[in-house]
């Protein structure tokens, strides 16, 4: 992977007079597990829309050199960005298998689309597996379950080999130790490519994020590590509340379970978690 | 060029016109609100038409016959609507492409059973003697038919305005068409909005069917000419959009007529298609838009 | 109040869920991971899917099959996943659908509002351009404006920021204590057992534990569902 | 979808070429023979519309366009071959002064005429394709769009009665490029040349439908938008769907033709547009044989029953309809998978995705 | 294999028909009935269907033709073009019918020409057209031109009409007319002060009945077919117009559809050879036999007589031939003067023209929708489908016409 930054500076999005995102910047890098959080409505969401094309905005957004906004929807994902959706959207109709396969054939030449597939990709396998959905690999994706769907998309993202993963919260619904699945997951990932995720649990943002930046109306709050966003009375304020502040202390634990197996009754590490939280 | 160039194709195409609105109105319901594509709109029309000539067979004085059509027509076309819904639209909510297929079908039905039920050169509807005569506008003779078209348009879109606005109604469709489970999970009664809906809006045909029974012929063939146009003029207008639908038909009416007036009868039918198709590539959602964030 | 009694129900030729029974309690929590079946029990119990087998009983009558909007009319309300709202209704127009024919009905729209302010101050703003959280307030400022008798809530705080899960965790317990029945599927074990009065836990669409709520309750049943 | 192993469908094609090649001829008197012939036609068109609306999901509800380019380029040239270097007929009747239309005369040559069947419906569809879909034109607003042009054309042909022949149309052609249309053998010739064609088709959309583009045009047909997120743009896709049907509604156009001997505007305007769908519908729009089985039988239904009960087959018709789409949205050829499902009773079953994003359609 | 090419004309197309497999050994015979029983034309076309059904009843109770009963075979044209070849081709080649009879517009009898000269089989067209053509497989029932569109513009001419302003549907037979109306025109000082057309389906005449008003004319002529006359007629009174000031005259309005105007039509006129209200011998009988038979539609009109001729007249021809074959039967028509009794009056066939000789009348509408006659011609019009008699049809354009025809 190149060592190419995801850089936003300054942008801007606005709905007939109605500000959504009023001049935000920040920026995400490989190797870190970057979150954007804010009160509903503080515009996390259209800034994902906004990088990937599917909103109007002006400022910048660039990738390395490249300049994102401006450019349509299917040409920014083919520089390498990808995104999920706040609801899972897969298509249905195909299976699992086919899902991905899609997903992996922009690098394809155009006239390779009209031979059939022959066997399966080794970038779709190792994604299956970083998954876990190599048992699904033939069921048509409409019937897996919340979860699995959310799996899916990102998987769908790993075969495309996106350089930048925009996941809009990507564990909502999931049980907490699917969450953990996830976020070690996402720690994987980041690894080489550059992660950012919209998520409104504040146990998962504590046990993964690297830094974090705070959206207020259109506006960043407050960014810094995990431990400096929730310190900031602001941050208390309008988003955490009192319950948030209360667990500040109990997150210096977490960093220490994330190398624990899966399989270490991630329940109980959940219970410690949010047991403090009431 | 003399003023009538000018005077009589707009008032000619604004009646034109209204008579589409008209046609149009109850696929606004329909179509626009309910997103159920009714081929056999054109059908529902035809049917209010009969409907007016059969009162024309029991109240023979015409001064009255029409006047007292209007209502039966609403509510014998409305009946079949409801009746068509209840058999066959019901199931297909879910599939709304579907539905203009099988109501294609509907469609092809009712106008052959009109052809066997009714004598097949078609029957005659009379014009009430009031509407007999002219207005004269700047010099030209405006056929006060043509002001009674769009006079009656003019009522229809008021009072449906006004049942869609100051009755919950509107809102209950609405919510209904957007998300079924979720309408029927916050109490609606979805079921009785969309046999009422349906109702209304193929009234609303049978309406516009006496309408074109005073302009045109009353035959199992005369549906099928205004089909068409008042599915584009209801998507020209924005779907689900009145104001759209009301600015969309007058401004094809007129079109039409100026056309016709410039070129041939053919041709003006040609060329006011292609306006709408180039406008509708220009502006895909019509005049009036809604839109929304939602994705796939 | 509401008693689902041996329900085996899926989708079409699926099989979702097998021989479950939900007790009546004031506060019942529904847990599980995902594709358990949770959501499919609510939806059964609001109505939206016929048990194949099985009763839905409330208040001692089988409403079985009764369609969704007469159990609404008898004091249900429901909050489906995933922050659903009529997307081409404005935020009021959302509210007024339910508040119609109510007595006090912009009273109520009003008390909502309060609670949750983004609410009013986009009430013009169609749902449908509404942030995935405010919507999610929409959904369930809906429901509560029924006051309803029994809420069945699915993942209610899914999406929405922190202070305002307080909030609705808040409003739930006050509801509780007001005498009105929840049925809950929550995420967040440790309120749902919290607020339960009793509850279930689904796995693969059986019912693999039930009990008594209370904080007492966390540790057994995160350790039912880890495994 | 049910994936059949692909040798099965290609033995599938195999044994129906060698029923329309081979048995047919043999076993059919000519005038069916030459019925079978529009048939294939109509099922060439079908084919095409089964991968637009089966796989793509445009309602393409305006195929009489397409194949109004092929029959009418076909169409004049075999009527200017007929009249020599006369002006043909029935421009005569109407205007005996005027020359022959300039757009008529490079339709003399066979060339230029095989070549606009080709490249005419290319151009157009594309043109139009590229603005419809750029603009994200879709769902009820595409079908109704499609349709209206069908009727546009239509009209305007009936219009233009001295270019074009009008309401009446065109007819009484003498010869075939060259050959003499009214012998029984070159009938036969032009029914293998439909009947080939035919199967050239299904060989083409089988091709496209195991291949990774049928599968993205399937993705495209549930979800749009989502699919501009993998890095494709959607407007391409259905593009080269719309293009390729429409390519073969001119082909079945130009067959038709010589096989009727007459094409008029009642025939690419809407009633004709929609039949042709309905044949789609009866046999599985989303099915390899399903539109092309469909659409034959249709034809056939219309020639047969048309004749048995001539008022009672509207009825017929306009049930088949309602009574196909209702129960069997996936048409007749879902019935055997259908029985097959009841007596297996699978676990899971495939959700009816289609539904969703159609409403949104209709509904965008 | 390959068949003849464009070179191998010598073969003759001609030949290449397959011999008539029409089976004469039993005591019954196929005729073959073709009309739109449904689609737009099934409005005027159904009438024709079932006074063909009561005419083949009638020779059957008379002992049929050559003594052989009719058995006939009704097809669906469905109001299509293609399908009315289609369907000819298949009641020559597989019903193997003796003769076909039917069609109503022109564009239906064009579809059919070729396809009955291919087979070599007969088609008996019973609707007023607009000439220029002739086959040897067709017979024409209806009026020719000189029969119906002359006899108009001459009553015109008489009545002082200076302008005149022309209104037809848009196809073949409308366009053809008044290309011809306007040729004699000119010859009779009449003034063309506008032409107007509208698609066959469509009913909206309200643009342009503007431009008639605007255009001010003594009269119009009225060539517009099936429903969208009604239109037509409403948007003439919407506009204030009346037969006092601005009659019309129409060739496709009668009995039938006078009173389907939704409007009283009194006092203007219509050109035909048969009228309801004609008092000939034989007419009071085919209007009764028509009131008793089922399905009527209690009154007649021109195209209905026309069909019932083209039947009787086909008995004729094929007792004079004392066969069914085609080509003795076109033989027989040239050597023996064939004629019928008709309602209209004894009609007689032109053998080389394969049209009949027609009375022409103008009629009045009256209040019963009925018509008064209001002129008719001395004695029977001989058919002239090709204007040969008519020196302002230009020579050039009549050549080129039968050179086309082949
Ligand atoms: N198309 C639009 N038109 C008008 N307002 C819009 C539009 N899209 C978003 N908004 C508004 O912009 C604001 C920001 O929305 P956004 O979806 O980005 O929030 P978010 O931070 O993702 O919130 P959540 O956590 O609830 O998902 C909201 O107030 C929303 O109503
Ligand atoms: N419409 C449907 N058709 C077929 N199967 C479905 C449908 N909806 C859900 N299922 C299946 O039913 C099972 C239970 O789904 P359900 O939504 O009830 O799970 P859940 O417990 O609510 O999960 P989550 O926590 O992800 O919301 C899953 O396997 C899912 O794939
Ligand atoms: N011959 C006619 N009326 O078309
Ligand atoms: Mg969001
Ligand atoms: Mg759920």
């Not at chain 2, 348009?153 to 509107?170: E, H, I, N, Q, T």
């Not at chain 5, 033709?65 to 081709?89: H, M, N, R, S, V």
Request: net charge neutral.
């Amino acid at each position: 992977m190149t060592g190419d930054s995801l850089v936003v500076t300054d942008l801007h999005v606005e709905f007939s007079g109605f500000v959504a995102v009023g001049g935000v910047s920040f920026d995400a890098h490989a190797g870190e597990v970057r979150f954007l959080i804010g009160p509903n409505g503080a515009g996390k969401t259209t800034c994902i829309d906004a990088i990937t094309g599917l909103t109007k905005a002006t400022g910048s957004a660039r990738l390395g050199e490249t300049e994102l906004l401006g450019r349509q929807v299917h040409k920014i994902v083919r520089l390498g960005v990808g995104r999920t959706f706040q609801t899972a959207s897969v298509f249905d109709e195909l299976t699992v298998l086919q899902n991905l396969d899609i997903a992996a054939g922009r690098h394809r030449p155009a006239f390779s689309l009209l031979r059939a597939r022959r066997g399966i990709d080794p970038s779709i396998e190792r994604a299956l597996e970083e998954t876990g959905l190599t048992g699904e690999l033939a069921t048509p994706a409409g019937i897996l379950s919340h979860g699995q769907k959310q799996w899916l998309e990102i998987a769908m993202l790993l075969v495309q080999d996106a350089k930048v993963l925009l996941l809009d919260e990507p564990v909502a619904g999931m049980s907490q130790d699917e969450r953990t699945a996830t976020g070690e997951l996402l720690q994987r990932i980041a690894a080489k490519r550059i992660v950012l995720v919209v998520e409104h649990d504040m146990d998962f943002m504590r046990r993964f994020a690297t830094r974090v930046t705070v959206l207020h109306q259109g506006k960043v709050l407050s960014q810094g590590t995990v431990a400096e966003v929730q310190a900031d009375p602001k941050v208390q304020e309008v988003y955490l509340g009192t319950a948030g502040a209360a667990t500040t202390a109990a997150m210096s634990v977490v960093p220490t379970v994330l190398d624990g197996p899966l399989a270490s009754s991630p329940g109980v590490v959940a219970a410690t978690l949010h047991g403090e939280e009431d | 060029m003399h003023v009538d160039a000018l005077i009589a194709p707009l008032l000619n195409g604004s009646a034109q016109g209204a008579l589409l609105l008209l046609a149009a109105l109850g696929l606004s319901l329909t179509f626009g609100q309910m997103g159920v594509i009714n081929m056999a709109h054109g059908e529902f029309l035809m049917i209010g038409a009969f409907a007016a000539y059969l009162v024309q067979q029991v109240i023979s004085a015409s001064n009255l016959s029409i006047p007292v059509a209007l209502p039966v027509a609403f509510v014998v076309a409305g009946l079949f609507g409801l009746l068509l819904e209840v058999t066959i639209i019901q199931w297909m909510y879910r599939r709304p492409l579907d539905t203009l297929l099988v109501t294609v079908g509907v469609g092809l039905i009712l106008q052959q059973a009109a052809l066997h039920i009714f004598p097949s050169q078609g029957v005659p509807v009379e014009k009430p003697g009031w509407l007999d005569g002219q207005l004269n506008i700047l010099g030209y003779q405006w056929p006060l038919r043509q002001l009674f078209t769009i006079v009656l348009a003019a009522v229809c879109v008021a009072a449906l305005a006004a049942w869609l606005k100051y009755s919950s109604f509107g809102r209950r469709i609405r919510a209904t068409v957007h998300n079924r489970d979720l309408a029927e999970t916050s109490g609606i009664p979805t079921r009785t909005v969309d046999r009422l809906t349906f109702f209304v809006g193929s009234g609303l045909a049978g309406v516009a069917g006496v309408a074109a029974s005073l302009i045109g012929g009353t035959n199992s063939q005369m549906g099928a000419q205004y089909i068409i146009p008042a599915f584009l003029v209801v998507a020209a207008g924005g779907i689900g959009q009145l104001k759209g639908t009301i600015l969309a038909g007058w401004a094809v009416g007129v079109a039409l007529s100026f056309f016709a007036y410039w070129t041939t009868g053919s041709l003006a039918q040609v060329l006011a298609f292609i306006l709408v198709i180039v406008f509708l590539q220009l502006r895909p959602q019509g005049l009036f838009t809604v839109r929304t964030r939602s994705l796939v | 109040m509401l008693e689902l009694t041996d329900i085996e129900a899926g989708y079409g030729r699926t099989r979702v869920l097998h021989g479950v029974t939900v007790p009546s309690g004031k506060v019942v929590a529904v847990l599980g991971h995902n594709g358990a079946g949770k959501s499919t029990l609510l939806r059964l119990a609001i109505g939206l899917i016929k048990p194949s087998k099985g009763r839905v009983v409330l208040d001692g009558e089988d409403i079985t099959s009764l369609a969704p909007n007469r159990r609404v009319a008898r004091g249900m309300a429901y909050v489906p996943q995933g922050q659903q709202s009529f997307g081409q209704l404005t935020t009021l127009e959302n509210l007024q659908l339910v508040a119609d024919g109510r007595r006090g009905g912009k009273a109520l729209i009003d008390a909502q509002m309060a609670r949750f302010p983004a609410l009013k101050q986009f009430a013009a703003r169609k749902a449908g351009l509404l942030s995935g959280g405010q919507r999610q307030q929409l959904a369930i400022a809906r429901a509560l404006i029924t006051e309803p008798k029994l809420l069945i809530l699915d993942e209610p705080t899914e999406g929405i920021q922190p202070t305002i899960v307080a909030e609705i965790e808040q409003t739930i317990m006050q509801l509780a204590e007001e005498g009105i029945n929840v049925l809950l599927v929550e995420q967040h074990i440790g309120f749902a057992l919290e607020a339960a009065e009793r509850y279930v836990v689904l796995s693969s669409g059986h019912v693999t534990q039930t009990g008594e709520g209370g904080k007492a309750a966390t540790s057994t049943v995160r350790a039912a569902m880890a495994i | 979808m049910t994936k059949l192993k692909p040798w099965l469908s290609l033995s599938g094609i195999g044994v129906f070429a060698v029923l329309l090649l081979a048995v047919a001829p043999l076993m059919l008197t000519d005038h069916w023979l030459n019925n079978l012939g529009k048939y294939c036609c109509w099922a060439i068109a079908a084919v095409g519309i089964g991968l637009a609306w089966g796989r793509g999901g445009m309602l393409v509800m305006g195929q009489g366009v397409f194949f109004a380019l092929g029959a009418y380029a076909m169409a004049m040239h075999l009527t200017l071959e007929t009249a020599g270097d006369r002006i043909p007929g029935f421009m005569v009747l109407y205007d005996p002064l005027a020359p022959l239309p300039v757009f008529w005369e490079p339709f003399r040559s066979a060339g230029f005429t095989l070549l606009a069947i080709v490249v005419l419906p290319v151009v157009l569809a594309g043109v139009l394709g590229y603005a419809l879909f750029k603009r994200r034109v879709k769902g009820a607003y595409f079908a109704i769009l499609s349709q209206a042009l069908a009727v546009a054309l239509a009209t305007l042909i009936s219009s233009t009665i001295r270019e074009t022949g009008g309401d009446t149309g065109l007819s009484d052609f003498k010869y075939f490029f060259g050959f003499v249309l009214n012998d029984p053998a070159n009938k036969q010739l032009v029914f293998l040349i439909a009947a080939t064609l035919l199967i050239v088709c299904l060989l083409a959309v089988w091709q496209l439908y195991r291949s990774r583009f049928g599968e993205l045009l399937v993705a495209t047909r549930d979800a749009e938008e989502r699919v501009r997120f993998l890095g494709y743009d959607p407007a391409n896709v259905k593009l080269v769907a719309f293009v390729v049907a429409a390519l073969m509604a001119s082909i079945a156009g130009a067959m038709f033709v010589p096989i009727v001997g007459i094409i008029t505007p009642a025939e690419i305007g809407a009633a004709a547009s929609i039949l042709m769908i309905a044949g789609v519908a009866l046999g599985g729009r989303a099915s390899l044989f399903g539109p092309a089985l469909g659409a034959m039988a249709v034809g056939w239904g219309q020639s047969s029953l048309g004749s048995t009960w001539p008022d009672g087959w509207t009825y017929i018709l306009g049930l088949l309809f309602i009574v196909v789409i209702l129960f069997l949205p996936n048409g007749l050829s879902s019935l055997p998978a259908r029985f097959a499902a009841m007596r297996r009773s699978p676990e899971r079953q495939t959700v009816p995705a289609v539904a969703a994003a159609e409403l949104e359609e209709v509904r965008a | 294999g390959c068949g003849a090419r464009a070179g191998d004309e010598a073969a003759g197309s001609g030949t290449s028909a397959a011999p008539s497999c029409v089976d004469t050994s039993g005591n019954t015979i196929k005729l073959g009935f073709l009309n739109s029983l449904t689609g737009g034309m099934a409005i005027s076309e159904k009438t024709v269907s079932n006074v063909l059904h009561m005419a083949a009843d009638e020779i059957n109770a008379g002992g049929g033709i050559l003594g052989k009963k009719i058995a006939y075979i009704q097809e669906d044209g469905a109001t299509d073009w293609p399908t009315f070849a289609e369907k000819t081709e298949k009641l020559l080649t597989q019903d193997c019918v003796a003769a076909i009879f039917g069609g109503w517009t022109s564009s239906s009898r064009k579809a059919v020409k070729p396809v009955v000269e291919k087979h070599n089989g007969l088609f008996f067209y019973p609707v007023q057209y607009e000439g220029l053509e002739s086959s040897p497989n067709i017979y024409y029932t209806g009026a020719t031109t000189n029969q119906q569109i002359i006899p108009a513009m001459d009553f015109l001419a008489s009545k002082g009409v200076k302008k005149l302003f022309l209104a037809g549907s848009d196809y073949v037979f409308p366009r053809t007319a008044n290309a011809i109306i306007k040729l004699y025109a000119a010859k009779l000082g009449i003034q063309i002060v506008g032409e107007e057309y509208v698609p066959l389906d469509k009913d909206d005449w309200t643009s342009q009945v503007a431009k008639i008003v605007a255009a001010k004319p003594d009269f119009i002529f009225n060539t517009i077919n099936g429903s969208s006359n009604v239109g037509f007629i409403k948007a003439y009174y919407d506009a204030g117009l009346n037969a006092k000031t601005t009659p019309i005259i129409s060739v496709s309005i009668a009995e039938e559809e006078a009173p389907a105007m939704g409007h009283e039509v009194t006092g203007h006129y219509a050109s035909w050879n048969y009228f309801q209200s004609l008092k000939t011998p034989t007419n009071p009988k085919f209007i009764e036999s028509w009131k008793a038979y089922p399905g009527s539609s209690g009154v007649t009109s021109d195209p209905m007589e026309a069909a019932y001729i083209s039947l009787y007249l086909y008995k004729a021809l094929v007792e004079a031939a004392g066969s069914f074959d085609v080509d003795a039967v076109n033989e027989a028509a040239k050597k023996n003067t064939i004629t019928f009794d008709a309602p209209e009056g004894k009609v007689t066939l032109d053998g080389k023209n394969h049209h009949i000789s027609k009375p022409g009348h103008i009629g009045q509408i009256n209040s019963k929708n009925q018509f008064d006659i209001a002129w008719a011609s001395d004695g029977f019009i001989k058919p002239d489908p090709y204007l040969e008699g008519y020196d302002w049809f230009p020579a050039d354009i009549r050549k080129q016409l039968v050179d086309a025809a082949g």
